[in-house]
């Protein structure tokens, strides 16, 4: 039996698609066998952002109207091992996605997977409580301003009522914080919310924060996860974010403006 | 204040008012959504009840259902003007 975690944020543009692909392969990376799977119907791009594009035949849609089944559909990963990627649909029908449909093909996956990583659309629309509704957790990608941490509440009351979990009387799903394109320098001058502000007004227990970094940016450019990169600020704040979804205690890191040496304070910004 | 100061605490100001708005807001919308569906509309009412003899804020009544337990317990919070002495 597979664990199902949903990538989700309400507002769009936020990292969900980064951190899906992400904490995907970090997943992979430690030995658990990870699907990871687009719900964004009409958009796609999870597949860019893994650099599988070339590589996609048939999609979610074909394998829920049986055009295709999943061996066919599935895209493993060169890269991890145990890593596979269910690229969405462009299909401009947003009714495509049925319930029935994803419950089999989730359960599908189930039999075979660790870790399903579902990649919610923005929005609370139908992708979006699709993404959600099978869940067993959620993480919720939040940047720290006033719209994207509105929105991220809106989607725990929904994380709390409409899942399968909560509709079968068990209670919301647990939903973990993950604050991106954090910026240490701006929290510090007072003009960016910090993960403290964010933490207190959403109340719910913190996955990680993740800076913003131009690595993000270069690695999607390449088509390759950020977590791989490990030089990274960005990867090696999504390697931390990974091991402690899977248990692992780690501190958190990237929180405060790097000190300086004497020539950075004489001619830095 | 000295002249660093003054430069200090107006940038302090946006992080900090953005946190001040969230909060409001967020809460406004947790009593919406958690609550029975007549809630707002009790909330409305209590409020002209109210205006009828003290002239509030339209935030100045707030409600809130917590649950304990099996027991149900309704908060009201009416914020009465400063009174001119
Ligand atoms: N930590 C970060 N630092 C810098 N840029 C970032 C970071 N995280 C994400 N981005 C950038 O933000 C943009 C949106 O990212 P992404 O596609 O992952 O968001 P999304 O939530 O999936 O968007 P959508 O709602 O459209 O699906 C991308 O250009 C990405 O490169
Ligand atoms: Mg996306």
């Known amino acids: 039996m597979a664990k199902i975690v949903v990538v989700t944020s309400g507002k769009g543009g936020v990292g969900k698609t980064t951190t899906s692909a992400a904490i995907s392969t970090g997943l992979a990376r430690a030995g658990h066998r990870t699907a990871v799977v687009d719900f964004d119907v009409g958009l796609r791009n999870l597949d860019l952002i893994m650099g599988v594009e070339r590589r996609v035949v048939y999609d979610f849609v074909n394998v829920i109207n049986g055009d295709a089944n999943l061996k066919q559909t599935l895209i493993r990963d060169k890269r991890v091992d145990g890593l596979y990627i269910l690229p969405a649909s462009q299909t401009r029908d947003k009714d495509a996605l049925t319930t029935e449909g994803v419950e089999r093909v989730l359960n599908e996956l189930s039999e075979d997977f660790d870790y399903i990583i579902c990649?919610?659309?923005?929005?609370?629309?139908?992708?979006?409580?699709?993404?959600?509704?099978?869940?067993?957790?959620?993480?919720?990608?939040?940047?720290?301003?006033?719209?994207?941490?509105?929105?991220?509440?809106?989607?725990?009351?929904?994380?709390?009522?409409?899942?399968?979990?909560?509709?079968?009387?068990?209670?919301?799903?647990?939903?973990?914080?993950?604050?991106?394109?954090?910026?240490?320098?701006?929290?510090a001058r007072g003009e960016m919310l910090s993960v403290e502000d964010v933490q207190e007004i959403l109340a719910v227990?913190?996955?990680?924060?993740?800076?913003?970094s131009r690595a993000v940016l270069n690695a999607s450019n390449a088509g390759t996860p950020v977590i791989l990169d490990e030089d990274s600020d960005a990867g090696q704040a999504y390697a931390d974010a990974a091991a402690r979804f899977l248990g692992e205690e780690r501190e958190h890191r990237f929180l405060d403006v790097p000190r300086k040496g004497l020539f950075g304070r004489l001619f830095g910004s | 204040m000295s002249f660093f100061d003054y430069f200090r605490s107006r940038k302090t100001r946006s992080a900090q008012l953005a946190k001040e708005r969230l909060q409001v807001i967020v809460a406004r919308?947790?009593?919406?959504?958690?609550?029975?569906?007549?809630?707002?509309?009790?909330?409305?009412?209590?409020?002209?009840?109210?205006?009828?003899?003290?002239?509030?804020?339209?935030?100045?009544?707030?409600?809130?259902?917590?649950?304990?337990?099996?027991?149900?317990?309704?908060?009201?919070?009416?914020?009465l003007p400063e009174q001119r002495v």
């Open chain 1, 205 to 212: 227990d913190l996955l990680g924060v993740i800076p913003e």
């Open chain 1, 119 to 187: 990649d919610s659309p923005a929005g609370i629309e139908r992708g979006a409580l699709m993404a959600a509704y099978f869940a067993d957790e959620a993480i919720v990608v939040t940047n720290p301003e006033v719209s994207s941490v509105r929105d991220s509440d809106r989607i725990l009351g929904i994380l709390s009522s409409k899942t399968r979990h909560a509709e079968q009387g068990n209670g919301p799903i647990p939903g973990r914080l993950l604050l991106t394109r954090y910026s240490p320098e701006r929290v």
């Open chain 2, 29 to 79: 919308e947790r009593v919406h959504r958690d609550g029975p569906d007549y809630l707002p509309r009790l909330q409305e009412e209590i409020l002209n009840v109210i205006r009828k003899y003290v002239q509030v804020d339209e935030d100045a009544v707030s409600i809130q259902l917590e649950r304990d337990g099996n027991c149900e317990v309704l908060e009201l919070n009416v914020t």
